[in-house]
Each structure stands twice: as structure tokens, then as C-alpha cells.
């Protein structure tokens, strides 16, 4: 092994990133020996992997190491994995080597699995985040292991790209975010499975799945007997409950469009999703769901049964929709068998697990959306479907309390209305309002910035009604009409009454002038706005008794509807 040259690289120093085209090994030598010199002088060099493309440094290092981090822009404590060119290396850098890790090992590698094991004091504290362990994995490409080889040390790498973007899985993505921060990016073509490794951690019996990835869970079981799974994988993990790979801690994989998961039968996926489109609506489907989706930003995940190819397409399809003008984003999820498991988890953590159950059969409890002007009796017919079950969401309400617990709504809104309609830290909701009264540019503006988060946060409720099989869930929305919302109902229901009528109503129940309780009805649109727009339509111009009957008889049409679409999906 030839002593380790130092060659310093300086912080803000600009970097000319060189690309080595290598397909393979032979023919390549020189350039395979002049890459490995990057690793053994201290630089960074993206290097192909079957799973995805690493950022990787001399694993020994730890001034190497520490550009990765900065390079990539990642949290210090989030340790990186070292890569290594066969199992014989395994005893240099790890201690208390179990049977097992060689059986795997044999089993997987060169592969996509990276085994967590007790680490040697040669591999440094800056490496594995100050952990006594150590994640090994042996990659699967000719190219990075006689790469690793001519360096003569492991090569630490995380995936190439910036921190919590998705993982890169071509050359080009890799020059998308390191152009200038990285030495060297060898391309050795497209990853071939296209999302990471599968960790698991061999220090804890019987064995811990990490991170779901490459190599399927049932293969691993095939050779280890029973392993657990951290509850990282699976879900949004609470508040200080800590998971045992430190990176699975962070957002990731992340479009900055908010993201939702439908998960159940394929077909009533796209069915549920088609239902919910806007102009701005990006989608990622299966091929076969294509044609549902014309005119929009779509990105197919490959044929519903071909999870080698919706791993493969995975990342780069969440990678799309940045700079695209997407506003939300809708993803169909394969089943977790097989490598379902990890593609189902890359979608889901870019979706902050936010994410629709339609469940076998497919059916979706009926959302029902309520609108009418005030005085029309709106609140009564909340209260009817409230007492026969119905989930109610307010979506006044929601808009409010996201004012008070969204730091990313409040930027937006600090950015487009500056310091004035703030108190501190709090949204002063009457300056605000003062703001946009009567201006429809400043409203517009409120509007495009808040309703995709209103709806993101209305249908994460709704899929939590939908987890509880409740009969059904109501949206009451002031401006629903006009909302992205609207689409997400399968019924429009409008409670008018004669405009006198409203006048009375209001002025005896809050106590208003005259004048003042016309003006608030005219700032309203008319009741026939209602009545054009939607699907059912309750009279409120008697008594209470008589709009409630009216509300029965509503809800048995719903119940009867919700019972045919229930038997007609039975296949
Ligand atoms: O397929 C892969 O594994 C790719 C390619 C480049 O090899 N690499 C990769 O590295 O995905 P990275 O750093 O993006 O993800 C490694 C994950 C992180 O979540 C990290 O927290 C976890 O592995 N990890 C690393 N060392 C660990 C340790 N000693 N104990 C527990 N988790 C560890
Ligand atoms: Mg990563």
C-alpha cells in the first residue's frame, strides 16, 4: 500500500469536476488508478454503485471525510458507511465478526446489503458519527471494486446527492448537485437497482432490518431465520424517539412539492387520483395508468408488477418535479413484498409519510363537501352528519391552527406580506386581513400560498377518517368552491335559504344591525352560485325539524351510494 499523500482542499475553493467515462474495467486501468489517487490524496469522487451513486473519500481520513459532509451539506451525526472490495476486509476494520456476517456475505455479496458490526479503532470517530459501529457493505460494480482496490482503503460514501434530496442513479444526476464541490464523478452507467442498500444490524440478536432496500427482506430471512424491523421504516417516528440508523431521522428523498401516498389496488388508485387533479397537479403512476393523466407533469414508475423497474425509476421520478411549477404531488405505491418494501419506503418518507390507504377493495368513505352563506343553516347540517358519525373537518379551522404550527407557511407568508402582518414570531390574522380586504391580487396571492397547504393537511385528516372506516368525512369550507379541495368530494351539497330570511337569521343570532348584516350577505356569493355548483341542494326556509328531515333523507341517499359502490368493487 503506498503512503496516503495530503493534499489540502480548501473550504470555498471551487472545484474543476472531472468525468471519467468507465463502462468497465478493462481498457480503463489508467484512469481506474488516476480515480483511485482522488481517494488516497484526500478528494471526493462519486462512484457507481448497483444501488445508487456514492459520494465517497478515503474511509481513514477524517479530513476527507469531512469534505463528504460538506459537500453533500449533512448533519454530522448521521454516520456514512464504509465500502469494501470482499469479506476478507471485513476483520481489519470491524471486531467480533459473527458467523453470520461471513454466511450473508457470502450469500450477498457483492450486493445490496450493508451490515451494521462493532467497529476497530482505525475506522475514525468523524466516519461512523462517534458510533462504536460500523455499516460494511461490498458494492456490486466491477468498476468501484478495482477502484477500491487500487486505493487500497474503504471508501466512505454516502449517496451523491445534496442532503435530503432523492438519491442519485446516473452520472449526469450526480453532476446536477456536486458540479464544482467534487474531484471527480465516474460514470459507470445507470444503478442497476436503483434504490440503497438494505442495513442490517448484526450487533443486536436476532438481527435488525434499518433501512429497507435492494436486497428483499424475505432473501435476508432465507439465511438469518427472523429479523425485526425498526419502527423507522414503517412510519413517522414520535417526537424524541430516536431510530437506530441515524439518517432515517431525516426528511428525505423530498420534492419541494408536498407529496401523498395512495397505497391498495392499483386501478382504484389512479381511479381516487384522477379525481383529485388541478392543472398543477404532478403524478407519478404506473405505466399502465398513464393514459389517465394526460397534459400533466407525469412520471412513470414502470409496470404495476415490475418492481425491478419501479426501483430503478424511483428516485429520478421524485427528482422531476423540482422547477417544474408542480404544486402537489400524488404517487401510487406498490405492495411491500419484495423489493416493494423499499420502494414503498423511499415514496413514503417523500411523502413525510403522508399517505391514503384505499385498502383491498378499494373503497374510499364518501367526502362529502358543505357549503352555504351565513344564516343558511350550515351548522345544523354539520351537527346532523356530525351525530350520524361523519367525520366533520373545518377547514377555517385548519387554515388557522397551521398559522400557529407551520413555520413553512409562515415564511411563505412572511416572504409575499413582509414583517407588518407579524407580531414576533405570531401571524397577526387582523392585519392580514386588513391586507388583502379588497385587494384580489394581495387575496390571490394569500390563496396560491395557502391552500396547498390547507389541502395537504385537510386530506391527511381525511385519511385518518378513512383509517377509522368512519361512514364518511365533511369538508366545510368557506371558499371550497374555489379551493383545490372541491375536487377531492364526491358530493357538493349546498344549504340555501331566501336572502330575508338569512338577514333575520344573522341579525338575531349575532346580534348585527341591519346594515351591517347586509353588508356581510352581500360580501357573499349569491345562493344561486350554490345552487349551480352543486349536487344537492337543502331549503332552509322552514323550520329546523324540516331541514333536518331534509338531512336524512340526504344521508340514506349517501349510505345506499357508498353501499352499491362497496358491492360493485367486490371483483
Ligand atoms: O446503497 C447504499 O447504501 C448507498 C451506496 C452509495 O452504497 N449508500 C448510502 O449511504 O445510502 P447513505 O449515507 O446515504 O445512507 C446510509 C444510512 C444512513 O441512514 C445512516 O444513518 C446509516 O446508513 N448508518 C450508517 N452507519 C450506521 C451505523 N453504524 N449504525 C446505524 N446506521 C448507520
Ligand atoms: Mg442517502
Request: with cysteine.
Amino acid at each position: 500500500m503506498q503512503p496516503i499523500q495530503q493534499r489540502k482542499i480548501e473550504a470555498d475553493e471551487r472545484l474543476i469536476t472531472k468525468i471519467y467515462h468507465l463502462p468497465q474495467v478493462s481498457g480503463h486501468e489508467g484512469e481506474i488508478q488516476e480515480a483511485a489517487d482522488i481517494i488516497r490524496s484526500g478528494g471526493l469522487l462519486a462512484i457507481p454503485t448497483e444501488t445508487v451513486y456514492g459520494l465517497g473519500a478515503n474511509a481513514l481520513d477524517p479530513d476527507a471525510v469531512a469534505r463528504i459532509y460538506e459537500a453533500k451539506g449533512r448533519a454530522s451525526d448521521n454516520p456514512l458507511i464504509i465500502h469494501v472490495p470482499d469479506e476478507s476486509w471485513l476483520d481489519t476494520y470491524c471486531r467480533d465478526v459473527p458467523p453470520l456476517a461471513y454466511r450473508l456475505a457470502e450469500a450477498f455479496w457483492p450486493g445490496p446489503l450493508t451490515m451494521i458490526l462493532p467497529r476497530k479503532a482505525i475506522v475514525p470517530d468523524r466516519t461512523t458519527g462517534g458510533l462504536d459501529t460500523v455499516g460494511v457493505r461490498c458494492p456490486d460494480h466491477p468498476v468501484t471494486l478495482a477502484i477500491i482496490q487500487a486505493a487500497g482503503v474503504p471508501i466512505a460514501a454516502p449517496s451523491a446527492n445534496t442532503s435530503g434530496r432523492p438519491s442519485c442513479t446516473s452520472a449526469a444526476e450526480v453532476l446536477e448537485d456536486m458540479d464544482g464541490k467534487i474531484q471527480g464523478i465516474v460514470d459507470g452507467g445507470p444503478s442497476s437497482v436503483g434504490v440503497e442498500s438494505t442495513i442490517l444490524d448484526l450487533t443486536v440478536s436476532p438481527p435488525q432490518l434499518l433501512r429497507p432496500g435492494g436486497m428483499p427482506l424475505d432473501e435476508l430471512e432465507a439465511v438469518c431465520g427472523t429479523i425485526t424491523i425498526d419502527r423507522a421504516v414503517t412510519g413517522l417516528l414520535k417526537e424524541g424517539e430516536r431510530p437506530r440508523a441515524p439518517g432515517m431521522k431525516y426528511r428525505h428523498y423530498a420534492p419541494q412539492a408536498p407529496v401523498t401516498v395512495v397505497t391498495g389496488r392499483p386501478d382504484k388508485c389512479a381511479a381516487y387520483i384522477q379525481k383529485r387533479l388541478t392543472p398543477t397537479t404532478g403524478v407519478i403512476c404506473f405505466h399502465e395508468f398513464l393514459p389517465l393523466f394526460p397534459g400533466l407533469e407525469v412520471h412513470d414508475l414502470g409496470p404495476a408488477q415490475d418492481k425491478t423497474e419501479q426501483a430503478r425509476r424511483v428516485f429520478s421520478a421524485l427528482r422531476r418535479f423540482d422547477g417544474t411549477g408542480v404544486t402537489e404531488i400524488f404517487a401510487q405505491c406498490p405492495d411491500p413484498a419484495g423489493l416493494g418494501l423499499a420502494i414503498g419506503n423511499r415514496l413514503k418518507k417523500a411523502a413525510g409519510f403522508n399517505v391514503l390507504d384505499l385498502g383491498e377493495d378499494g373503497y374510499t368513505i364518501p367526502t362529502i363537501g358543505l357549503v352555504g352563506g351565513s344564516g343558511a343553516g350550515k351548522s345544523t347540517v354539520l351537527d346532523c352528519f356530525a351525530a350520524c358519525g361523519f367525520g366533520v373537518i373545518d377547514c377555517d379551522r385548519v387554515y388557522h391552527d397551521l398559522l400557529d404550527t407551520s413555520a413553512p407557511l409562515r415564511a411563505a407568508l412572511r416572504g409575499r406580506f413582509g414583517d407588518e402582518v407579524f407580531d414576533g414570531q405570531r401571524l397577526d390574522r387582523k392585519a392580514l386581513g386588513a391586507l388583502v380586504f379588497q385587494n384580489s391580487a394581495a387575496l390571490r396571492d394569500l390563496n396560491h400560498i395557502t391552500f396547498p397547504f390547507i389541502t395537504m393537511e385537510v386530506r391527511r385528516q381525511a385519511a385518518e377518517m378513512q383509517r377509522r372506516h368512519l361512514p364518511g368525512v365533511v369538508l366545510d369550507a368557506a371558499a371550497l368552491l374555489e379551493s383545490p379541495l372541491k375536487a377531492d368530494c364526491d358530493r357538493l351539497v349546498a344549504v340555501v335559504a331566501e336572502d330575508d330570511l338569512r338577514l333575520r337569521r344573522i341579525m338575531a343570532r349575532d346580534g348585527l344591525t341591519e346594515d351591517y348584516a347586509r353588508a356581510r350577505l352581500a360580501a357573499q356569493p349569491s345562493q344561486q352560485v350554490y345552487r349551480a355548483a352543486c349536487d344537492d341542494i337543502l331549503e332552509n326556509n322552514g323550520t329546523r325539524e324540516q331541514l333536518l328531515a331534509q338531512c336524512q333523507a340526504l344521508l340514506e341517499r349517501i349510505q345506499l351510494q357508498s353501499i352499491d359502490e362497496r358491492t360493485s368493487l367486490t371483483p
